[in-house]
Nanobody
Framework: QVQLVESGGGLVQAGGSLRLSCTAS????????MGWFRQAPGQEREFVATITGSWTGSKTYYADSVKDRFTISRDNAKNTVYLQMISLKPEDTAVYYCSQGPDFGVRSKEREYDYWGQGTQVTVSS
């Protein structure tokens, strides 16, 4: 059974940093696409970042709103994916979800992922 467990969320002031972690069990993170999505109160869940599997070159791709501030990475030995977030803004406040899907290249749609974590809250105060 595949499980994704996020951690690292919390409360931070605007301009601060956080690093989210997503540890997988049941499947390796190295050979699947791994994504981060977020959902703010009253809004739809939206794509944040993805890293493709090793079969497709471990490419990364970001939403425009987080480009140059967020970095997705993977530690295969720990079977964990990270989302390093810097220069955080109040509009980054959301529940952040980790996801995993087949490695068919860059994937930015929810339907392209088949496993999801429970989410971790990130709150950025102004």
């Amino acid at each position: 059974q595949v499980q994704l467990v996020e951690s690292g969320g919390g409360l931070v002031q605007a301009g601060g940093s956080l690093r989210l972690s997503c540890t997988a069990s049941g499947r390796t993170v190295s050979t699947y696409a791994m994504g981060w999505f977020r959902q703010a109160p009253g809004q739809e869940r939206e794509f944040v970042a993805t890293i493709t599997g090793s079969w497709t070159g471990s490419k990364t791709y970001y939403a425009d709103s987080v480009k140059d501030r967020f970095t997705i990475s993977r530690d295969n030995a720990k079977n964990t994916v990270y989302l390093q977030m810097i220069s955080l803004k109040p509009e980054d406040t959301a529940v952040y979800y980790c996801s995993q899907g087949p490695d068919f290249g860059v994937r930015s749609k929810e339907r392209e992922y088949d496993y999801w974590g429970q989410g971790t809250q990130v709150t950025v105060s102004s």
